[in-house]
């Protein structure tokens, strides 16, 4: 019923952009607390991104400046534009959406891959 799939991922060289998106279903999104994390290979999971239903924003350190979350609660998608990508930004990159009632929900996870 629940469903929060990711797309957008590929490879792009260092220094470029891309942009994740998160399409998201089977609950009400626009009270749902919205989350990016990302998992390089060896490495913890680790929160990127978080975007609360009022709209208040959170980043890890190491993206500050460089991405930015964002929402459409009227198509119920969220999204992560990434610039000035460096290799270490490479990883798996996961959707996650808490719902109202508390519950999480993942996504399946999108492959960033940045490399010269």
Same mark, same amino acid.
């Given at each position: #019923?629940?469903? /929060? /799939?990711? %797309?957008?991922?590929?490879?792009?060289?260092?220094?470029? %952009?891309?942009?994740? %998106?998160?399409?998201?279903? +089977?609950?009400?999104? %626009?009270?749902?607390?919205?989350?990016?994390?990302? #998992?390089?290979? +060896?490495?913890?999971?680790?929160?990127?991104?978080?975007?609360?239903s009022?709209?208040?924003?959170?980043?890890?350190?190491? /993206?500050?400046?460089?991405?930015?979350?964002?929402?459409?609660?009227?198509?119920?998608?969220?999204?992560? #534009?990434?610039?000035?990508?460096?290799?270490?930004?490479t990883?798996?990159?996961?959707?996650?959406?808490?719902?109202?009632?508390?519950?999480?929900?993942?996504?399946?996870?999108?492959? /960033?891959?940045?490399?010269?």
């Amino acid at each position: #019923q629940v469903q /929060v /799939v990711e %797309s957008g991922g590929g490879l792009v060289q260092p220094g470029g %952009s891309l942009r994740l %998106s998160c399409a998201a279903s +089977g609950f009400q999104f %626009s009270t749902a607390v919205m989350s990016w994390y990302r #998992q390089a290979p +060896g490495k913890e999971r680790e929160l990127v991104a978080g975007i609360r239903s009022v709209g208040g924003t959170n980043y890890a350190d190491s /993206v500050k400046g460089r991405f930015t979350i964002s929402r459409d609660n009227a198509n119920n998608r969220m999204y992560l #534009q990434m610039n000035s990508l460096k290799p270490e930004d490479t990883g798996v990159y996961y959707c996650k959406a808490r719902t109202w009632s508390g519950n999480d929900h993942w996504g399946q996870g999108t492959q /960033v891959t940045v490399s010269s």
